[in-house]
T-cell receptor, first 113, second 107 residues
Framework: DVKVTQSSRYLVKRTGEKVFLECVQD?????MFWYRQDPGLGLRLIYF???????EKGDIPEGYSVSREKKERFSLILESASTNQTSMYLC????????????FGPGTRLTVL | KNEVEQSPQNLTAQEGEFITINCSYS?????LHWLQQHPGGGIVSLFM???GKKKHGRLIATINIQEKHSSLHITASHPRDSAVYIC?????????FGTGTSLTVIP
């Protein structure tokens, strides 16, 4: 059973804290993605990675960074959390096959107070 | 930028009703996907379409490439169909996600 797991389902942090969201996939996928999902805005791509130590900015990278030290793990980092980063964060992974929808994790609902 | 428009945003239906969700897009695509997201759950792919029509059980998806429009139909809707449905056109490795349609089916 293929799986993308995220470290937390719910997370509450304070403004200014450094936040780590971890994602692990067990399918040996090359591609990994971080999205945020907000009401009325849908899914927006923050960063993606197509190989270990490689990363590419998505549509909304400001305020975020990522790390991919191992193929199976892709971390999203909020260096200094702000209230406008309160959102649902979804990790996904895929093979580099055109037009195949990635496998999504269950999501982390982050609240920044 | 709004490459993908879905309608309606919210939909409430009685069990058994026929449901239609619409998706219009403005970009050139190689395929279009319909995704389902249950409350608290991850996202799963329902259909991938590049032309015509596909059917899985009570779900039917159609696409008109010339008009850049796709529809998702649910026949004989059931409370377990309650979810967010997301239209996602794609081109090569890039996906454009609609804002989703939140469907609630009442028994």
């Amino acid at each position: 059973d293929v799986k993308v797991t995220q470290s937390s389902r719910y997370l509450v942090k304070r403004t200014g804290e450094k936040v780590f969201l971890e994602c692990v996939q067990d399918m040996d996928h090359e591609n990994m993605f971080w999205y945020r999902q907000d009401p009325g805005l849908g899914l927006r791509l923050i960063y993606f990675s197509y190989d270990v130590k490689m990363k590419e900015k998505g549509d909304i990278p400001e305020g975020y960074s990522v790390s991919r030290e191992k193929k199976e793990r892709f971390s999203l980092i909020l260096e200094s959390a702000s209230t406008n980063q309160t959102s649902m964060y979804l990790c996904a992974s895929s093979f580099p096959t055109p037009a195949k929808v990635p496998f999504f994790g269950p999501g982390t609902r982050l609240t920044v107070l | 930028k709004n490459e993908v428009e879905q309608s309606p945003q919210n939909l409430t239906a009685q069990e058994g009703e026929f449901i239609t969700i619409n998706c219009s897009y403005s970009v050139g695509i190689s395929a279009l996907h319909w995704l389902q997201q249950h409350p608290g759950g991850g996202i799963v792919s329902l259909f991938m379409l590049s032309s015509g029509k596909k059917k899985h059980g009570r779900l039917i998806a159609t696409i008109n490439i010339q008009e850049k429009h796709s529809s998702l139909h649910i026949t004989a809707s059931h409370p377990r169909d309650s979810a967010v449905y997301i239209c996602a056109p794609s081109r090569k490795n890039q996906f454009y996600f609609g804002t989703g349609t939140s469907l609630t089916v009442i028994p």
